[in-house]
Every structure is written in structure tokens, then in C-alpha cells.
């Protein structure tokens, strides 16, 4: 399963490349039984949401996705063929992370208009946008492909379809070879003395889910979380990691390009977007899934509900589900597939390539705690991480 949420119901910023997590469960891709900050420019602001009140024109759906490798694959190996066999017009644009692109497009949506049509949410984003009366709401019998879909990676409310899962994701350990002779294999590493000042780290915590890695690596388990004792205990642990941070960051386009360069030699970063920095790009640069399992994330294709554009938007979601243009974006940019692993055709070795040892030992992130939470985990946050920072 990628995700199981028992309530789907309603630094710097800018970004191009972010992503923040939230949803449902059930069964999963490859029948298995489980399922960001500095940015890299203030100008580089949310997809439309900063000056386009109607994406990118009457006739064109505008699609918005996390930027960087990932937007430029996409590009290619979805966006294209889409508009090839449709002919209905694609423009793409680069988004930051849920905890910006949603108060732009609340206010956006409040306002009447439609920034984007599309894009991809994490799941504290699906969940907090149904707080907020964001989404496109669908009936789910005009949806074929849906039924390739992993279930826990469907999101609705009341009876109406509100989000279908894109892909899905880990944030592995990543280190620079040229610089670091040996991989980090445990998230203990973030605790490690020997790499002070050295590692690239998510913030805020939505993104990077470390009260999950400490809770689940250092303490008792992410039980801890279920209470404020445990929350707040599991922060002090944090504290922790804080004078191994050489750069926090929200946008992982700004690190991918410091972690190649070798000037910050290590840290946690994007599996996907790793593995496609080494092999497109040949840069020296390695993922490892840590023993205690790599962090899973995915994202939901979700509408706002202003959209001009939802027959569109539904007709992309279901060329996006196709287990064939699923296996193709698996194989070129190395996320993991939204869809059952009956329907897939990929081989075990370009699964691995992806998922590395499989989503049964990854690490899932508490996503209710950042959704019902948020103003302690916050403050916990700014206090014991950024203020130490």
C-alpha cells in the first residue's frame, strides 16, 4: 500500500521541483501490503497561480507538475504523446511544494478563476484541499482506466472521485562519489558527527517526514506520534540532526545541483530524481535505500474546481492510468507506478531500479499527523529545528 489515512475529508519559497504528502488505503501496486527547503529562486514561483488567471488559454489544458528532470521527462514521455493521440493542447508548468501551491490556489479558486486545470498533489494536499472545497469533484463511472489504479491510491469524498494516483516515490539516502567513498546506508547517518555540516535536509516536516525517520529509527515507532508527549519527544530526537545540515532546503532542484557538484556531498533527495541525474546526466551521484527502508510518498491527479477544462482533464487522468504510458514513465523516470502489479509489464529488474527492495519496507509517513497537527508540528519545527538551525 502507498498510503492509509483514516480521514480523507474535507527556508524560502518558490520551486520548481517539490513535492509534500497525504490518503486512503488498501491494496496496492505489486500486491504488496504498504504503501521540501531551499528553493532555487524567489522568482521561480507556483505554476501560474503567481499571474495566469486561465492556464495556458481556452483550448489548452494546463498541467501542473514538479519541475526540474522531473517536468522535462514528463514532457516527453507523457505530456507529448498525449497531445499526439488527442490533439488536445498540453501546457506544462512547474510547481513548488503543496504547502505553497495551495494558499495561491485557494485564493485563486475563492476568486473564480482557474490557474491550472490539473495537477499533481501530495496526499496532506489532497486531504487539505477537500478541507478547503478545492477539488473537481467526478463521478467515477465515467472513468475506465481507474480500475488499473492501486485502490489506497484513489482519493473521494461523499461518493465523488477527487484524486487518482499519478506515481508514486521515495526520498532515499544520496550521497556524491567523488566526494564520499561509501553510501549511507541507515537514516542514523542524519545523527552522525563525521558528516557535520555536510547533508542536504528537507524541511518543513511535511516534506521530508524526519518525525516519521526519528520516530521509527531512534525512538519506539511512529506510535509516538499518535500524542503530543510522543511529538514533542520525538522532536528533542531531532534536534539531533541539526549540526549535520550543510543546507535545508525546500526545492530539490537546488540541491540535486549542489549534491553533483559535490558541494554538499550527501543528504536525503528524490530516488527518481537521483537516478535520473546519473543516468542521463552522468553525474556522480548514488540513492541508496537505507536498511530501515526508504521514505514512500505519491501523488493524486486532482483538479481545482474552477477548471473549464474537466472533460480534458478526465480524458488526460485516463490516458495517465493506462498501465502501458504507467510502465513507460516507471522506465524513464524511475517513480513507481501507480497501478496493480497484475497490469504492469515491467520486468523485476525495472521495478527494482524504481522501488528498490519493494513498498513493503518502506517507511510511511504519519500522514493525518501533518494534516490534523500542523500548527504543533509547526511550532515544534521553527523552534527546535529551524530557530536551532
Not at 184 to 208: C, F, I
Not at 254 to 265: D, K
Amino acid at each position: 500500500m502507498y498510503g492509509n489515512s483514516s480521514k480523507e475529508r474535507k527556508n524560502d519559497n518558490s520551486g520548481e521541483y517539490s513535492r509534500n504528502t497525504a490518503e486512503t488505503t488498501e491494496s496496492s501496486p505489486f500486491d504488496v501490503s504498504r504503501r521540501q527547503v531551499l528553493a532555487a529562486g524567489a522568482g521561480a514561483s507556483v505554476v501560474g497561480l503567481a499571474g495566469c488567471a486561465g492556464g495556458g488559454g481556452d483550448d489548452t489544458l494546463t498541467v501542473s507538475v514538479f519541475g526540474g528532470a522531473f517536468k522535462d521527462i514528463l514532457d516527453e514521455e507523457l505530456f507529448a504523446p498525449f497531445e499526439e493521440e488527442t490533439d488536445i493542447a498540453v501546457q506544462s508548468e512547474a510547481q513548488g511544494g503543496i504547502s505553497e501551491v495551495l494558499p495561491q490556489l485557494e485564493g485563486a479558486v475563492r476568486g473564480g478563476s482557474a490557474p491550472v486545470d490539473l495537477l499533481i498533489s501530495t496526499v496532506p494536499g489532497v486531504l487539505r484541499g477537500l478541507n478547503s472545497d478545492l477539488w473537481y469533484r467526478w463521478d467515477s463511472s465515467n472513468f475506465e482506466n481507474t480500475q488499473y489504479i492501486s485502490d489506497d491510491l484513489i482519493s473521494e469524498d461523499d461518493g465523488d472521485l477527487i484524486g487518482v494516483g499519478s506515481m508514486g516515490w521515495f526520498i532515499n539516502l544520496v550521497h556524491n562519489t567523488n566526494q564520499i567513498d561509501s553510501p549511507l546506508t541507515s537514516w542514523d547517518a542524519l545523527w552522525d558527527s563525521q558528516y557535520e555540516g555536510q547533508l542536504g535536509l528537507l524541511t518543513p516536516a511535511v516534506t521530508g517526514f524526519l518525525p516519521d525517520i526519528a520516530a521509527e529509527v531512534r525512538l519506539d515507532g511512529q506510535q509516538m506520534l499518535d500524542n503530543e508527549e510522543g511529538i514533542r519527544e520525538v522532536f528533542e530526537e531531532l534536534q539531533g540532526i541539526v549540526p549535520q545540515s550543510g543546507l535545508w532546503y525546500t526545492n530539490e532542484a537546488n540541491f540535486q545541483s549542489r549534491l553533483a557538484e559535490g558541494e554538499v556531498p550527501a543528504g536525503m533527495l528524490y530516488h527518481d530524481i537521483t537516478r535520473v541525474l546519473k543516468v542521463t546526466q552522468d553525474a556522480p551521484v548514488e540513492s541508496t535505500f537505507p536498511e530501515e527502508g526508504g521514505v514512500l510518498g505519491s501523488g493524486r491527479w486532482v483538479a481545482p474546481k474552477t477548471t473549464d477544462l474537466a472533460d480534458e482533464a478526465r480524458e488526460f487522468i485516463e490516458y495517465a492510468s493506462r498501465p502501458a504510458v504507467q510502465d513507460r514513465i516507471t522506465k524513464t523516470l524511475f517513480t513507481v507506478p501507480a497501478i496493480e502489479r497484475q497490469h504492469s509489464e515491467l520486468s523485476d529488474e525495472e521495478y527494482t531500479k524504481a522501488a528498490g527492495p519493494g513498498l513493503d519496507e518502506a517507511i510511511l509517513p504519519s500522514f493525518d499527523l501533518y494534516v490534523e497537527e500542523e500548527k504543533l508540528v509547526n511550532q515544534l519545527w521553527n523552534e527546535l529545528i529551524v530557530q536551532e538551525g
